[in-house]
């Protein structure tokens, strides 16, 4: 037990990059000083226990920096840092590494019996999906995937209409993101080759439309530019524009178009620019970061080092009216969302009744890994598809059938079709 009577929920972090200094930091800070209090599970401190990075730097340097603000946590680094990492007493593992490297981790973790919440994309492919979900019912925990953007007070709004009845029957929709040159030229220059915007960015935009209109993914399409990055011959691309085909109960179609670039220009007044479009039988919802209602400029300082058009919703940084400093925001909320996840089921009730409280918490399809799988299909599906476009085979049209999990490969001109994943 801790100080005044609360128990403790100990957790690990693998990955200390630009994700966890803007949601995971602020979150633990302000566990750490103020706890968790729920009604179901009582007061909860919570410990930033562990971290594994590959060097140890960072994690070094933001100990010495927090001070008084975060525990005196464990610093693994190396080849060995997950493995060290899983070995201590800590209750769960938050995975932030680039996507590429998420399911090692993950699976480290559900092996050593952890719950885990991974960034998103959670994994690459159906049989990472299936190996996961089915650690994660071996061992008696959740496995959760972060998708922050569910929480965006627009995009809440917009799936209030759809359930409500409001908006009637989706037609189709646009939906575009841009980032800017110093995401793959610095931030993202270490992982970035071999990679694309859409894996990274898209799989926001496949989860709200999987998650809020529903349906059964169809077929996957998608092109692409490359040379800025990378070779224009290469496997690492600049921007990727895809579509979904989705089918409803009622046997009618939905088509999705999705555009992501990070080569777009530094000092975009944009920085980070958003935009949906979705069409109804009866309406039209439209949605666009530049006009949230914020602007600002600042002389020699927008639009790099504070940014022209503010989201303050997904991560904002306050004086507060009664003088002191917050950060908060729906990228940071999604964290505490899943802690609180855990310590429900760790800590809301008598022992006996755990299986009962981690089903109810593995029923939350916005964030529970075995609701990911058409989100993994499609993004599988993207790779599959670059992949087959750098070797010089564009124009594929990859297959999904829902029932039996099956995704398939198909090239013009080709008769063979190549199976991503057989399905069970």
Request: glycine share 8%; proline share 4%; hydrophobic share 40%.
């Amino acid at each position: 037990m801790a100080a005044g009577g609360s128990s403790v929920l100990r957790a690990g972090m693998v990955g200390l990059g630009m994700i966890f200094d803007e949601t995971y930091r602020p979150f633990f800070e302000r566990a750490h000083v103020e706890g968790l209090w729920d009604r179901r599970f009582g007061a909860l401190d919570i410990e930033l226990s562990a971290v594994g990075t590959r060097t140890g730097k960072r994690a070094a340097a933001y100990k010495k920096s927090a001070g008084k603000n975060i525990a005196d946590f464990k610093n693994f680094s190396g080849e060995q840092a997950l493995e060290q990492l899983v070995a201590t007493d800590v209750d769960l593992v938050c995975v932030a590494t680039p996507d590429d490297r998420h399911f090692d981790s993950a699976r480290k973790a559900l092996e050593a019996g952890k719950h885990v919440i991974i960034e998103k994309p959670s994994v690459l492919s159906l049989r990472e999906l299936d190996e996961l979900v089915k650690l994660a019912h071996e061992k008696g925990v959740l496995a959760k995937v972060v998708y922050h953007k569910l929480l965006d007070p627009d995009h809440k709004k917009l799936r209030t209409l759809v359930a409500d009845g409001v908006l009637t029957h989706i037609n189709n929709g646009y939906c575009s993101l841009l980032e800017p040159k110093s995401i793959s030229g610095s931030q993202f220059a270490e992982w970035i080759t071999g990679r694309n915007p859409g894996t990274y960015v898209a799989v926001h935009y496949i989860k709200l439309i999987d998650f809020t209109f529903g349906g059964r993914l169809k077929t996957v399409t998608a092109t692409g530019q490359r040379g800025l990055v990378g070779p224009k011959d290469g496997p690492t691309w600049d921007s990727v524009q895809m579509r979904m085909i989705y089918e409803h109960a009622d046997g009618r179609e939905a088509a999705y178009d999705i555009h992501t670039s990070w080569v777009t220009p530094n000092n975009f007044p944009g920085y980070v620019e958003q935009e949906v479009q979705f069409r109804f039988d009866n309406g039209v919802w439209n949605g666009h970061s530049r006009k949230r209602g914020v602007e600002l400029t600042v002389e020699d300082r927008t639009p790099n080092e504070l940014k022209t058009t503010i989201n303050t919703h997904y991560n904002g940084t306050f004086l507060e009216p009664w003088e002191a400093r917050s950060q908060r925001g729906y990228g940071i909320e999604v964290i505490e969302r899943f802690v609180r996840e855990v310590a429900y089921v760790e800590k809301g009730g008598p022992a006996a009744d755990r299986a009962d409280r981690l089903k109810e918490m593995r029923s939350l399809a916005y964030n529970d890994l075995a609701a990911d799988r058409q989100v993994v299909a499609a993004v599988q599906a993207l790779e599959a598809i670059l992949e087959e476009a750098a070797q010089g085979h564009p124009d594929a049209v990859v297959s999904y059938d829902a029932e039996t999990n099956k995704l398939t490969l198909s090239r013009p001109g080709n008769s063979q079709v190549r199976v991503l994943h057989p399905g069970q």
